[in-house]
């Protein structure tokens, strides 16, 4: 199965020689969407105007590849404070719809310099 690499401006540039999803037949893999702007400038602020921005580069990512997070069946979200964890649910639901919604591992973990990371997997066949 040939598979393509999705890079766009309109997110954060990868943090490192990583492309910003891969598409493999019908499954988009999304890697992690930090927040930040598309010219690489951190968003700092409270954790809303941080999981806004990491959701909101995922979706560009997923746009590019010809997806929306809509189709998503697994998603990632590592947090640096586990206190974050219900303001973290009341943002995924504004990003995160639809009858089937994904499978979730929600994970506490050492983040340095910013409060979320997120990934996902997408599955665009019928």
Known sequence: MPKRSIITGKAAP?????????????????AGAIPARPDGTRVTGTFAEQAHAAFQNLAAV???????????????????????FAELNTIY?????????PV?????????????????????GA
């Open 62 to 84: 997923a746009e590019a590849a010809g997806a929306s997070l809509d189709q998503a069946v697994r998603v990632g979200v590592y947090l640096r404070d586990f206190a974050d």
């Open 93 to 101: 639901a504004e990003y995160i719809k639809g009858d089937h919604l």
């Open 14 to 30: 990868a943090g490192g020689p990583y492309s910003h999803a891969v598409v493999a037949g019908d499954t988009i893999y999304l």
């Open 104 to 124: 979730r591992t929600t994970l506490p973990v050492a983040l340095v310099g910013f409060d979320i990371e997120i990934d996902a997997v997408l599955y665009t």
